[in-house]
Nanobody
Framework: QVQLVESGGGSVQAGGSLRLSCAAS????????MTWYRQAPGKQRDLVAV???????VYADSVKGRFTISRDNAKNTMYLQMNNLKPEDTAVYYC???????????????WGQGTQVTVSS
């Protein structure tokens, strides 16, 4: 089994910072693309940032210049450094990863359980 576990969420005031982590564990052979999504109440789940194994990154326009995605391949962990947070960043943040389990030849997609980020004005 493979699990993704997010941590680092919380409540901050506008202008503050938080660092989210997503740790993948279990029977992992390899991890390909890792992605952060977020979902605000009553809204669809939106892509926040993507990171490829080699470090190539893509960001949603709404977070460019404020958020930084990174990963530590040796630790099977992805991070999201969030600076200058705004009330509109309030959402549940989910990590997603394409993983090749050690017990399968097929890539499989996994989601974490989500972590709440609340930004007050």
């Amino acid at each position: 089994q493979v699990q993704l576990v997010e941590s680092g969420g919380g409540s901050v005031q506008a202008g503050g910072s938080l660092r989210l982590s997503c740790a993948a564990s279990g029977s992992i052979f390899n991890i390909n693309i890792m992605t952060w999504y977020r979902q605000a109440p009553g809204k669809q789940r939106d892509l926040v940032a993507v990171i490829h194994p080699g470090g190539t990154t893509v960001y949603a326009d709404s977070v460019k210049g404020r958020f930084t995605i990174s990963r530590d391949n040796a630790k099977n962990t992805m991070y999201l450094q969030m600076n200058n947070l705004k009330p509109e960043d309030t959402a549940v943040y989910y990590c997603n990863a394409d993983v090749k389990p050690s017990y399968s030849s097929k890539w499989q997609n996994y989601w974490g359980q989500g972590t709440q980020v609340t930004v007050s004005s």
